[in-house]
């Protein structure tokens, strides 16, 4: 154990040494993320990376290892673990040496000044996905005060992460309340509770509303674009619905946009892979989606923001996920026939636009205090690295 007072430079050799342990496949599957380290991948609903078929194959992950993603580790894609399980082959794995405090270790091996070190040793023609040098890592050195000190620094950044946990709990809430079955339904907590292991999407609805089936109010369109797209290259988010890709513009989706499929106001959007998933929305503005997606007109029987909100409540949602086929849970395919099967209830007009405009109302506040606590979330994260890296400041070792 260091005893002495002060800061020491380091090898990272000296600190850790490359294990792969195989042929534990019952082990728990984990995964790596830039923002957490070393995490359950069940504990995450946006991995969608499948796990290999021989899960005997992947490394055996122990408290206190350090696992690196090599083809991320230049973007902060590590951590030490905290937890037992396995992880792919294609991570690297590191036992401890030393008896240094593991927290402390994965603050400091995380922090700007050793990312900026891992991009300089990564190495590839794809500049998303440059992989890490493992031999040139036994080269950096890592600055490390006594134990007591480690400790002490390590529990200030604890609180700071146990602050970012409590506003991620806060965020999932949030999300969760984006759409109200209750309110969606005009029913009771009562009822609300009970249509949760419903296997209809009409059970427990008011008597005096009218029920319907997909297809006789919802008409596929099939308009394509023309030369010019009509509008922004649209996609579907399981929280917000149908909204602009911000992830690439038009020129980049296809050179050829003819093929895609025109959107206007008030047309349902649907992404019949993902519809157990929110995959689906009324549009508000006119653009174009991929092919891949479906567009139907509206009923005038139905007020649009009241289908927006019903098909993507957790009622639909859960049913979505009973009509789809597929291998993969994630990936639940529904087909035209089975959606223009689907049962919808039609309470009268004036209704429908009470709860559309209402839950429009609640999804903008709950919109509100979602970017207050984002925005909130980036400045600890922001605060936390700030300041493992002004303390190697203070010790004159980084940049």
Known sequence: MRSAVGWQSVPF???????????????????????YGVIRKSDRNDNWNRAGEDLAAYQLVEPGDLVLNKMKTWQGSLGVSSLRGIVSPAYFVYKPQTDDEPRFLHYTLRSMHHV??????????????????PEMLDTMRVFLPDIDTQREIADSLDKVDSMIATLEELAEALRQRTTDTAAVFGLSDDHSRHVEDAHSPLDG??????RTKFGYDFFESTERNGDDPPGPLLSISEYRGVEVNTRTDGQQASSDVSHYRVVRPDQLAANMMWLNHGGLGVASMTGYISPDYKAFDISPRFYPRYVHHLFRSPRYVDYFGTIGTGVRPNAQRVTKTALDMTPVPMPPFDEQRR?????????ANIGRMQEKVSALRKLLIERR???ITSILAAQGVAA
């Open 13 to 35: 050799w000296s600190l850790y040494r490359r294990d792969k342990k195989v042929g534990f496949p019952a082990e728990e599957l984990l995964s790596v993320y830039r923002d």
């Open 116 to 133: 900026g070190f891992y991009a300089s040793i990564s190495k590839g023609i794809r500049p998303n996905q440059w992989d890490l040098q």
């Open 205 to 210: 609805i008011p008597e005096h509303w009218g």
């Open 355 to 363: 709860i559309g405009d209402h839950l429009d109302d609640v999804a």
């Open 385 to 387: 690295g700030a300041l």
